[in-house]
């Protein structure tokens, strides 16, 4: 179920599902900066200008790093930043990387309409993801992006 701000049907643990209820109750936007404290349960690792850095409440299952980077501003598309908001971004990057020794990590971020992404909240995020090394037996770490386009046949 899709509201203003959150996507319920994307929720994916019984804890997340919980705190959207609420978020959807209230009728606000989590991931703002007045509201985020309300709802996200996990410290915020440093802010910039133009972002949030924190990790995320709701990590994906084996992930040795999941860190969530927040615009400031309440957008949903990341062409509704500036150039400055784009170099910022780029340079946190670089800066957990560093910061914690990421040897690879996969960088997914949530814009627009949720019915698109499989994410759970409309306002403009980034997904910084860090799993362990591909090994014998080692499992996948695996989340929705998106959905397929139905196949035509001629």
Known sequence: MSTKYINLD??????????MEQIKHDGVCPFCRTHLPSYHTKPILFETA????????????????????IAQTHVTQLHELGSDAHRDFFAIIERLG???DI????????SG???????????LHA????????TKGAEPILTCVGYKVPSTTD
């Open 10 to 19: 994307h929720a994916r643990t019984d804890t997340q599902r919980m705190v």
């Open 50 to 69: 133009h972002w949030i850095v924190t990790t995320n409440f709701a990590p994906y299952t084996g992930t040795q790093h999941h860190f969530l980077l």
């Open 98 to 100: 560093r910061e914690y």
């Open 127 to 134: 997904q910084l993801i860090v799993g362990g090394a591909s």
């Open 103 to 110: 040897p690879g990590s996969t960088l997914l971020i949530r």
């Open 113 to 123: 309409n949720t019915k698109y992404t499989g994410g759970t909240v409309t306002h």
